[in-house]
């Protein structure tokens, strides 16, 4: 057993003019996470905590959080790496709802807005297969590992100073299904990826893909809609034959 110090940073909108920090001293197993330290502090000292948290296996996404600065999955920052005191905070760059929780309203309204899913190139007779060759999944199947948890957002500086900017996650979906051989929805998703406030306002800093917990690469691939954008727009005005 080790005692470690959280300094959480607590705000309720309805008793509070602005957020403050407060100091919670939990006695902690060596393999525990900063997740189960906060499930502690609810569990044992102050019930009030609010934060989100679901699977505890760094699948749902949903526990992310500023650890000592730092854009984390609260259930994969693991105690023993922080050997002072450990400050916890929101996601940066998102309206603070209570405590821990942010609003994610913008995220999501800009997830839907690059039409996420598939959207099928050709009508299908009736119980028949889509199937794709090795080489063709591996076109996308590391931009399907995103898991929407927002740390690429909190840790984008763009996304910091342009809050218009559609951000890491959502232009990383839209480019998976872009690559996908069985979609024909690229035409529709480019209009929200070539704008301005797409992947243009990118300045390639590189730290979405850094705190990505699950090595999707949003930077690398920003830069690939970037290619492809500027493929479209020769084709469009120096080859129009070229476009189908």
Not at 54 to 77: D, I, Q, R, T, W
Not at 103 to 124: C, Q, T
Not at 135 to 156: D, E, G, S, V
């Amino acid at each position: 057993m080790r005692q470690v110090e959280l300094e959480v940073l607590r705000y309720n909108p309805e008793t509070d003019r602005e957020p403050h920090f407060q100091r919670y001293a939990v006695d902690c197993q060596e393999e525990w996470v900063v997740l189960d330290a906060l499930n502690h502090v609810k569990e044992t000292l102050d019930p009030t905590l609010s934060y989100r948290w679901s699977c505890h296996m760094a699948v749902c996404g949903s526990c992310g959080m500023m650890v000592n600065g730092e854009p984390k999955l609260a259930c994969k920052a693991f105690l023993r790496d922080y050997p002072g005191v450990i400050r916890v905070e929101p996601l940066r760059h998102f309206p603070v709802e209570r405590d821990l929780v942010t609003v994610i309203d913008d995220f999501v309204a800009k997830l839907a807005r690059v039409k996420p899913y598939l959207i099928p190139k050709d009508k299908a007779p009736e119980a028949a297969e889509f199937r794709q060759t090795p080489a063709q999944l591996k076109r996308y199947k590391q931009f399907t590992l995103c898991i929407n948890c927002m740390l690429c957002y909190a840790a984008c500086p763009e996304y910091g100073l342009i809050p218009k900017y559609l951000g890491p996650a959502a232009i990383a979906l839209a480019h998976r299904w872009n690559r996908d051989s069985r979609d024909g929805g690229r035409d529709a998703r480019q209009e929200e990826l070539a704008a301005t406030e797409g992947a243009w306002e990118c300045s390639f800093v590189g730290a979405c893909s850094e705190v990505c917990p699950e090595h999707v690469d949003p930077a690398g691939a920003i830069q690939q809609v970037k290619i492809e954008s500027t493929v479209d727009w020769y084709q469009a005005h120096l080859m129009p034959w070229t476009k189908k």
